[in-house]
């Protein structure tokens, strides 16, 4: 099969490329000709464990071609998936379908015979509808189907995911034609046994955003147990596990933390809770975690600033991890974005350090100093935070960062270092959700 991917960032090139993958002739397009030219030289323009080799394969066998000439890219293409951004739309928090809507448009001008355009990219009820008038109003003289295929993959987890996902969801209008193209896109994953879900293409559509919204309330949810948990005396990370093994509710998103970020969750919550509004059936659960999540990044601002006495200024904070999670260069909406600006405004300094995010982040916070390493960051410092968990965080050599800090205070807001081996190590540690001691 021939498939064009339009748009090729974190969605599109991991997608392409396992596209590719499964044996089908992709063809990438982009409108960004450095990222093409930066993919075609070898570089990812992202960082995902495992991407640059699978493209590299995939390129050298000749499934897997690049291109920013979207006109030539879509000839001949049996699926063309849109796999471009929908941020939140300034100003009122509605998704911004303004790229999707313009790459209909190009599409849709430039075929040159009937195809299933498939919308990858996350997008509100009736998006569809919407790209099937676009295309139909630019040409009439083609049967053209539209498709919502949402994506489901993690940020660091995502070539796995997209390989052995939980599920495919497939929306359509019934149309056989359509149905019969996406069967057989996705044909190799039935040798992994995934089930591909048919259904209508508005509910696809609504799939997608009930699945992250339910997740943002999961962690929301135990977050705000965290909170309730250090006001009584109790342990969330023993609460979690007392929840999470009753098989109705499941282990998974019940970490309590600084809060939800990235490029998913904030976005596509505040969307979903738009189009209730629109419809005048507000979401409420989903209201509040909005507004919980949001104050809890800031809270988590202040929680540092009280560790240290409540008066910041002039010490010294280092951060350990900047990206919103591990694997993943990924900074949108992160949590440290709120905690370096409640830091600077409590008037502390702030070194930091991320093993891929650093690039990415500086030019966010221009005032943080970027270090070599953690034990760089931490020299000198007054407070040590661990905001992402990535795995070379979780056995640092805890004495040797006591040891060259002024104060040796460790604020865990992942609760991955167990209270007598800080103590040991001459912290003072503060957690979240708890004092991290068992009894029994
Ligand atoms: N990032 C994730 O983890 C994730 C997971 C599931 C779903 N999604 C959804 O997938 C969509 C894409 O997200 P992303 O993170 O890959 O975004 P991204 O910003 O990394 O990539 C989008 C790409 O589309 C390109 N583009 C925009 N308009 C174009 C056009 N007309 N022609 C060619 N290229 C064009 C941009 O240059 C950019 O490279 C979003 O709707 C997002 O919500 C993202």
């Not at 911004?96 to 990858?120: C, H, M, N, Q």
């Not at 569809?128 to 008038?133: S, Y």
């Not at 019934?174 to 057989?184: F, S, Y």
């Amino acid at each position: 099969m021939k498939i064009t991917m339009i748009g090729t960032g974190y969605v599109g090139l991991v997608s392409g490329a396992c596209f590719a993958d499964f044996g089908h002739d992709v063809v990438c397009v982009d409108k960004v000709a450095e990222k093409i030219q930066a993919i075609e030289s070898g570089r990812m323009p992202i960082f995902e464990p495992g991407l640059d080799q699978l493209v590299a394969n995939n390129a050298s066998a000749g499934r897997l071609t690049f291109t920013t000439d979207l006109a030539a890219g879509v000839k001949g293409a049996d699926a063309i998936f849109i796999a471009v951004g929908t941020p939140s739309r300034r100003g009122d928090g509605h998704a911004d379908l303004s790229y999707v809507y313009a790459a209909a448009r190009e599409i849709a001008e430039s075929l040159d015979g009937p195809t299933v355009i498939v919308t990858k990219s996350t997008v509100p009820v009736g998006t569809g509808d919407e790209v099937e008038r676009i295309v139909k109003e630019v040409r009439p003289d083609l049967d053209i189907q539209v498709v919502s295929n949402p994506e489901f993959l993690r940020e660091g987890a995502a070539i796995g995911d997209f390989k052995r996902p939980d599920r495919v969801v497939v929306g359509t209008t019934g149309n056989e034609r359509a149905i019969a193209v996406m069967a057989q896109v996705y044909r190799p994953l039935n040798l992994n046994q995934a089930p591909v879900m048919f259904t209508g293409r508005r509910t696809a559509e609504l799939i997608k955003y009930a699945a992250n919204a339910f997740l943002a309330t999961k962690i929301t949810f135990i977050n705000e147990m965290a909170d309730l948990c250090e006001a009584v005396g109790a342990e969330v990370q023993e609460v979690s596990r007392g929840i999470g093994l009753d098989n109705r509710i499941g282990s998974k998103f019940l970490h309590a933390g600084p809060g939800y970020g990235g490029s998913c969750f904030p976005k596509d919550t505040l969307a979903l809770v738009k189009t209730g509004q629109d419809y005048d059936t507000p979401i409420r659960i989903v209201e509040t975690v909005v507004q919980v999540n949001d104050l809890r990044k800031r809270a988590m601002g202040r929680k540092i600033v009280k560790a240290l006495n409540g008066d910041a200024r002039g010490k010294k904070v280092a951060l350990l991890g900047l990206t919103f999670k591990p694997n993943t260069d990924d900074m949108r909406d992160a949590p440290s974005l709120a905690i370096v600006q409640a830091l600077e405004d409590a008037g502390a300094k702030i070194a930091a350090y991320d093993p891929e995010g650093m690039e990415v982040a500086a030019p966010m916070m221009p005032s943080v100093a970027m270090m070599g390493d953690a034990y760089e960051a931490a020299a000198g410092a007054d407070a040590l935070v661990l905001v992402t968990e990535w795995d070379i965080f979780r056995a640092l050599d805890l004495k040797r960062l006591a040891g060259s800090m002024n104060t040796p205070l460790l604020i865990d807001l992942r609760n991955i270092y167990p209270r007598t081996e800080a103590e040991e190590a001459g912290f003072s540690l503060i957690r979240v959700g708890g004092q991290g001691v068992t009894a029994g």
